[in-house]
């Protein structure tokens, strides 16, 4: 696997950095079969209170993608490649049953999953809770109030501003709001 490691915002990644991607990197590059042929983009970043770090890798029909923040960017690139790992395990348990992907079976390398554990993970994702609501039409301004007040990361409420539309209100993870509305 090809690994391009850059930084922003100010970080220069050293060498160190560099091999220690690269070599974490090598065992992601087990689940693929044309490994040769892989490429992997990981870009550092420095905030004053944190590193952030993107891994993208784009393979066959797919491109994974994950970033993760943490105090350094070791930290930071391990949680993106446990992502990165979640989501393999995810495209492989797709693939296996439903089919849906053309080409997606040839990307990943079948020897390179335990097939226990992904039972374990595909019942542990299963649906647990199911949960009615009632919309209430409300301005963003609103909802937003009424999702802090719930605790919640998200809120689905009726945006009164948009023709009663269905809407959900989320935060962000860089703190900030974001509505998604529905057609």
Known sequence: MK??????????????????AADKLKKIELYFQ?????????????????????VTIPAKNIILRAEATDQDVYSALDKALDKLVAQIKKYKTRVKT?????GIKEVF???AFDAKALEKEIIASQLVRSKKVELTPLTVDEAIE?????????YIFQNKDMNNTVCVI???????YAVIETK
Not at 3 to 11: L, P, Q, T
Not at 38 to 50: F, G, P
């Open 3 to 20: 690994v391009e490691v850059v930084g922003k915002n100010g970080f220069v990644p050293s060498q160190t950095n560099k091999e220690f």
């Open 34 to 54: 044309d490994q040769e042929e892989l490429e992997a983009r990981v870009v550092c970043k420095v905030y004053s209170e944190y590193h952030k770090v993107e």
């Open 98 to 102: 439903k089919d849906n992907k053309e």
């Open 109 to 111: 390398n079948n020897e």
């Open 146 to 154: 009424q999702m802090e007040l719930t605790g919640h990361d998200f």
């Open 170 to 176: 989320y935060t962000r993870e860089d703190g900030d």
